[in-house]
């Protein structure tokens, strides 16, 4: 399995921008989609946007014209831009990809580890 590993969270002031970054701890064959995640302190996770091979993007509403999917393929990357940062963005973000280690195997999940954003007020 493979692992995906986060990077760029922080702490930013409200108004203030990150963007985030993940990519696979290993080789993979095929991605057929990417995501990401959050959970504030006592909520439950939730969807923030997703991006599938066609570059179709999903958003959140809470996050529509703030926050902006991306990916490269070439490099199994997605990317997270984060703008116009709220309080209530605060939370962990984990990202997720569905994918094939090699062509033959099934469809494989697995998620990072992380990252916090911070967005103080």
């Known amino acids: 399995q493979v692992q995906w590993v986060e990077s760029g969270g922080g702490l930013v002031q409200a108004g203030g921008s990150l963007r985030l970054s993940c990519a696979p701890s290993?080789?993979?064959?095929?991605?057929?989609?990417m995501g990401w995640y959050r959970r504030a302190p006592g909520k439950r996770r939730e969807l923030v946007a997703r991006?599938?091979?066609?570059?179709?993007?999903e958003y959140a509403d809470s996050v529509k014209g703030r926050f902006t999917i991306s990916r490269d393929i070439p490099k199994n990357t997605v990317y997270l831009q984060m703008n116009t940062l709220k309080f209530e963005d605060t939370a962990v973000y984990y990202c997720t990809a569905r994918y094939r280690l090699q062509r033959s195997f099934p469809l494989s999940e697995s998620w990072g580890q992380g990252t916090q954003v911070t967005v103080s007020s």
């Open positions: 290993g080789n993979v064959f095929s991605i057929s989609g």
């Open positions: 991006i599938l091979n066609d570059g179709s993007t």
